[in-house]
C-alpha cells in the first residue's frame, strides 16, 4: 500500500531554519505531483507548495515564496521544503501529500497524505 512519511519538524527561534523531507512508498513515484500543506491550530489546512511530477513549482502561500523552496529527488522517493527566514505564523502541522501528475491547492484532490510534522516557530 501507498505510505507518505513526513519528516524535519521541531522547535526553531524566528528567522532560522529548518527542512522537512517527505518519502513515499508503493507509487510509482516520478508520476506524482507532490504537495506540502500546512493546518494551525483552529484554521483550515492551507496548500503552501507543490511540484509536479516534470519539476514543475506552485506557491499557493504568497507569504512563503521568497522564504520557501521546494525540492524531489526521484532516486529516493522524496521530496524536500527547505523553509528559511520562520516566522511564528508559520508554526503548523506541515503534511506532505501526492496525487496524480499535475498540482493542485485543493485537499481534497490529493489521494495519500502522510501523518505530518510538526513546526513550531517561537518569537
Known amino acids: 500500500q501507498v505510505q507518505v512519511v513526513e519528516s524535519g519538524g521541531g522547535l526553531v527561534q524566528a528567522g532560522g531554519s529548518l527542512r522537512l523531507s517527505c518519502t513515499a512508498s508503493?507509487?510509482?513515484?516520478?508520476?506524482?505531483?507532490m504537495a506540502w500543506f500546512r493546518q494551525a491550530p483552529g484554521k483550515e489546512r492551507e496548500g503552501v507548495l507543490c511540484i509536479d511530477w516534470i519539476g514543475r513549482r506552485t506557491y499557493y502561500e504568497d507569504s512563503v515564496k521568497v522564504r520557501f523552496t521546494i525540492s524531489r529527488d526521484n532516486a529516493k522517493n522524496t521530496i524536500y521544503l527547505q523553509m528559511n527566514s520562520l516566522k511564528p505564523e508559520d508554526t503548523a502541522m506541515y503534511y506532505c501529500?501526492?496525487?496524480?501528475?499535475?498540482?493542485?491547492?485543493?485537499?481534497?484532490?490529493?489521494?495519500?497524505w502522510g501523518q505530518g510534522t510538526q513546526v513550531t516557530v517561537s518569537s
Open positions: 508503493g507509487l510509482t513515484f516520478d508520476d506524482y505531483a
Open positions: 501529500a501526492a496525487r496524480h501528475s499535475t498540482c493542485s491547492g485543493s485537499s481534497y484532490d490529493y489521494n495519500y
